[in-house]
């Protein structure tokens, strides 16, 4: 079983960037899709981006297309979510996920804590 570990948050401007990382302990992190999702206050939580076993293919919520890039390094047990253009709307707990490919929460089994984002206009 793998466990993760958020970090990277933090509070920036509105237009500024913040990188994530997940660290992930376990031999078998390479063995699993990967995911970020995020939860705003008062809100369900939603899909950011996820990430295959290989890191051959991504994908993005329509939110964040084009300013957000994931990414994996296998031979770190690491994953990362690059956040740029940030905007206000970007504020919430960010969460790193390991499971099967999917947008759906319910398909990932295992989950970090969190990392608070909060981004100021």
């Known amino acids: 079983q793998v466990q993760l570990v958020e970090s990277g948050g933090g509070l920036v401007q509105a237009g500024g960037s913040l990188r994530l990382s997940c660290a992930a302990s376990?031999?078998?992190?390479?063995?699993?899709?990967m995911s970020w999702f995020r939860q705003a206050p008062g809100k369900e939580r939603e899909f950011v981006s996820a990430i295959t076993w290989s890191g051959s293919a991504v994908t993005y919520a329509d939110s964040v297309k084009g300013r957000f890039t994931i990414s994996r390094d296998n031979a770190k047990n690491m994953l990362y979510l690059q956040m740029n253009g940030l905007k206000p709307e970007d504020t919430a707990v960010y969460y790193c996920?390991?499971?099967?490919?999917?947008?759906?929460?319910?398909?990932?089994?295992?989950w970090g804590k969190g990392t608070l984002v909060t981004v100021s206009s």
């Open positions: 376990g031999r078998t992190f390479s063995g699993y899709d």
């Open positions: 996920a390991a499971g099967t490919w999917s947008d759906l929460a319910r398909d990932y089994h295992t």
